[in-house]
C-alpha cells in the first residue's frame, strides 16, 4: 500500500507564526504535491517539487514556500501565517508523467 | 491553471444519470478524475491519455477531447455510495509534471 503521511490531521496557529506542514512517502515517487482546498475553489496547486532540490510554483505560491532537501519529505513552510491562510493543505505524490495521484490524509491549519 | 468544473453541485436519484464536465485554458496531455468522500483523501477513478480515447469503469466513464481541452464524467444509474465530491485534474505535459486540479463538483445521491 503506498503511504503518505502528513505530519498533523489538525494545527492550530498564531498569525505571524512560522508553520511547517510536512509531508512524507515511502513509495520512492518523484513527484510531490502541496494544494489548499477550500469550499467553491476546489483545490489549488500551490508549489510542486520534481526532484531533490527541485522545485515549480503552482497557481498559488504567495505566503508560501517549499523545501526537499530528501526525496521522501516535502516541507510546505508558510513564513508568516496569516488569517486567510486558513484552510485544508493536502500533500499529493505521483511517479512520472500522467500517473495515478496518491493524497495525504489533509491537515486542516487554523489561523488565529 | 486551474480547469473549471460545472456543474457545482449535483443531486440525483438513485438510478439516475449525470455527466460532470472539466474545461481547461490550456493544451493537455491528460485528464484524471478523483472522487473525495466527506473528510477523507480524494481517490483516482481513472486517467485519461491524449487520443481521445473514452475509459469505463464499472457505471462510471469518462472521455477527453484533447482539440477543445475538455473531458466529460458520464455517472449511469447511480448509487448512493456515488456521493461525494468529484475532481478533475490536469497536465500539461510540457515542462516540469505538473498536476492541477478542477473546482471540484458536489455530487449527492438521494435514495
Known amino acids: 500500500d503506498v503511504k503518505v503521511t502528513q505530519s498533523s490531521r489538525y494545527l492550530v496557529k498564531r498569525t505571524g507564526e512560522k508553520v511547517f506542514l510536512e509531508c512524507v512517502q515511502d513509495m520512492d515517487h518523484e513527484n510531490m504535491f502541496w494544494y489548499r482546498q477550500d469550499p467553491g475553489l476546489g483545490l489549488r496547486l500551490i508549489y510542486f517539487?520534481?526532484?531533490?532540490?527541485?522545485?515549480e510554483k503552482g497557481d498559488i505560491p504567495e505566503g508560501y514556500s517549499v523545501s526537499r532537501e530528501k526525496k521522501e519529505r516535502f516541507s510546505l513552510i508558510l513564513e508568516s501565517a496569516s488569517t486567510n491562510q486558513t484552510s485544508m493543505y493536502l500533500c499529493a505524490i505521483t511517479q512520472g508523467m500522467s500517473t495515478e495521484a496518491f493524497f495525504g490524509q489533509g491537515t486542516r491549519l487554523t489561523v488565529v | 491553471q486551474q480547469p473549471v468544473q460545472s456543474p457545482q453541485a449535483v443531486i440525483l436519484r438513485e438510478g439516475e444519470d449525470a455527466v460532470i464536465n472539466c474545461s481547461s485554458s490550456?493544451?493537455?496531455?491528460?485528464v484524471h478524475w478523483y472522487r473525495q468522500k466527506h473528510g477523507e483523501a480524494p481517490v483516482f477513478l481513472m486517467i485519461l491519455l491524449k487520443g481521445g480515447e473514452q475509459k469505463g469503469h464499472d457505471k462510471i466513464s469518462a472521455s477527453f477531447n484533447e482539440k477543445k481541452q475538455q473531458s466529460s464524467l458520464y455517472l449511469t444509474a447511480s448509487q448512493l455510495s456515488y456521493s461525494g465530491t468529484y475532481f478533475c485534474?490536469?497536465?500539461?505535459?510540457?515542462?516540469?509534471?505538473?498536476?492541477?486540479f478542477g473546482t471540484g463538483t458536489r455530487l449527492t445521491v438521494i435514495p
Open positions: 490550456k493544451a493537455l496531455y491528460s
Open positions: 485534474g490536469t497536465d500539461t505535459g510540457i515542462g516540469a509534471n505538473n498536476l492541477f
Open positions: 517539487s520534481y526532484d531533490v532540490k527541485m522545485k
